[in-house]
């Protein structure tokens, strides 16, 4: 694995890379992740919609109908932010690919990730809980001075894929303690009420993810720009 590996390292040290303006690839991406902010919104107020509903239940009698269009209505807004999120994570992959090689374009020495692995070791086990970071923050290194990156900070990195990683177990956690609700017989409407008060913790918490995310994106897109503009000046 070793020798692949610097056989890989020997071939990039030598191949030319040429600098792409990600603008529109990066504009793309924002677009998804505001999307994805829009979906966070409507999981939210579906939330306290299916809350209220099983509130009122304690005071009054809710038709199989209100339950059937309520869990509905929650399944299209599942399905279709889901959709959105793979489309989302196609784009970031292809994005981080792109990115990895304009900071080798613009001169950046010694980088431990090849463009193909910063893609690569988020298909990992175990490994994509940590080798995904340490890609991006090199790339975000890089992109804030490619002559100098390893002296440079990663703080808004290490902000993202914290909150990246927290949002990922949280959101496991809340998806089995709503199936193990659903597969419960004696669950009760007060149990439904709180794992509803979870997704929209979650929600918000998300929200933030994706603003932190885009706040990464578009400033690693700005300085990479930046830094070809003024190396094509001189």
Request: hydrophobic letters at 50%; charged letters at 15%.
């Amino acid at each position: 694995m070793s020798q692949i590996q610097n056989e890989v390292k020997t071939i990039n040290s030598i191949q030319e890379y040429k600098f792409q303006n990600l603008s529109s690839l990066t504009k793309a991406l924002l677009v998804l992740l505001y999307i994805a902010i829009v979906f966070s919104v409507l999981s939210i107020l579906d939330s306290i919609m299916s809350y209220n509903l099983y509130a009122s239940a304690q005071y009054v009698d809710i038709s199989e109908e209100e339950i059937l269009n309520n869990d509905m209505r929650t399944g299209v807004i599942a399905i279709i932010g889901m959709l959105f999120y793979i489309a989302t994570i196609v784009i970031f992959l292809i994005w981080v690919n792109k990115a990895n090689k304009n900071s080798r374009a613009l001169g950046a020495k010694n980088m431990r990730f090849t463009p193909g692995w910063c893609v690569g070791w988020w298909f990992i086990p175990i490994a994509l809980w940590w080798k995904p970071y340490q890609a991006v923050r090199e790339i975000w290194k890089t992109s804030q001075d490619a002559g100098n990156w390893e002296s440079q900070e990663n703080s808004i990195v290490s902000l993202w894929w914290t909150l990246w990683i927290i949002s990922a177990i949280v959101n496991q956690i809340i998806q089995r303690w709503s199936m193990s609700l659903y597969s419960n017989y004696n669950s009760t409407l007060l149990d439904y009420q709180n794992v509803e008060l979870t997704w929209i913790f979650a929600g918000i918490f998300d929200i933030v993810l994706s603003l932190v995310f885009i706040k990464m994106i578009r400033e690693i897109c700005n300085k990479q720009l930046t830094q070809f503009q003024n190396q094509s000046q001189n």
